[in-house]
């Protein structure tokens, strides 16, 4: 059972996890980091010791959750003394379990699929926790976590968490950098970038009831080649945007004339 944890990393992951472990009542023993800024102010926050050398890492936690980035875990996690009856687990999209099996017999992933923005409040028990583990004792232990923390888990293999973390690119990430172009657009003409907002609101509440693909509308669609042409003569300057525009225009004709058998 999993009643105390070390957390590495302090940044946006672990910031979050750190709240809602304190408010499951999981005992957070210490914090290590090393950003002495965040990491201090993350221990401060769950009132336990904070620490940026590795050999300061405390023995006796009963796992230890890595959320730094991907070399960083397996640098930190090689530098670590082994751990043979200790948890170890990390948080990353596209990193595999095994980077800890010289130290412990007893490792796994809580894969959060979820953005996290350290200004954005989050309810942390609407999170998905993608749950893998190197043993059934361990898997065991995670979903109990998991419970605690109220959260829905899914046991994932590492092949298919990796198809997950390439869906919360497209789906997450790029639609993120598109609304960031379309504010973009709306400043360079000196629009309110308030006028958007609605119209994503809007956008999101469609594709969550309707889905995706019952979602799309826009010129692509229609093939409105003139309005098309309008969009990319404003953007003939900027070779990026009109790139992008080309190449989403013809993803989105393509998968609706491939649906309608044209
Ligand atoms: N953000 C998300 O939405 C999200 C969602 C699901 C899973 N994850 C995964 O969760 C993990 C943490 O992500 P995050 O978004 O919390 O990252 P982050 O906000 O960038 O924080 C990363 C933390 O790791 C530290 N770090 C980076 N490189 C390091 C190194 N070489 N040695 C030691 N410490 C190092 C950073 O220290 P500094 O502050 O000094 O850089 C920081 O404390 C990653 O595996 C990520 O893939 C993220």
């Not at 109220?150 to 497209?170: A, M, N, P, Q």
């Amino acid at each position: 059972m999993i009643n105390s944890v070390v957390v590495l990393g302090s940044g946006k992951v672990s910031y979050h996890l750190v709240r809602a472990l304190l408010r499951s009542g999981i005992n957070i023993k210490q914090i290590f980091s090393r950003n002495n800024n965040t990491g201090s102010q993350l221990a401060g926050l769950a009132n336990c010791g904070f620490v940026n050398e590795v050999s300061d890492i405390l023995p006796d936690a009963d796992a230890y959750i890595f959320s730094m980035n991907d070399d960083a875990d397996k640098v930190v996690s090689q530098k670590l003394k082994t751990r043979k009856n200790k948890i170890f687990i990390h948080t990353a999209g596209s990193l595999g379990m095994n980077i800890f099996e010289s130290k412990t017999e007893n490792y796994g992933v809580f894969y959060p699929f979820q953005t996290f923005s350290q200004s954005t409040d989050l309810d942390f028990s609407k999170v998905p926790l993608c749950i893998e583990a190197s043993n059934p004792e361990t898997l065991e232990n995670l979903k109990i976590l998991s419970e605690k923390l109220s959260c829905k888990y899914y046991e994932i293999t590492e092949d298919k968490r990796k198809i997950l973390h390439l869906t919360g690119v497209f789906a997450c990430n790029f639609m993120n950098h598109c609304v960031y172009l379309g504010e973009e657009i709306l400043k360079g003409a000196d629009i309110s970038e308030e006028i958007i907002k609605p119209l994503l609101e809007q956008s999101f509440y469609k594709i969550l009831s309707q889905g995706a693909f019952s979602s799309q509308t826009g010129p692509a669609l229609r093939n409105d080649k003139i309005s098309m042409e309008k969009h990319l003569e404003y953007l003939q300057d900027n070779k990026n945007l009109s790139d992008i525009y080309s190449l989403l225009s013809e993803s989105i004709f393509k998968t609706y004339n491939k649906e309608n058998g044209e």
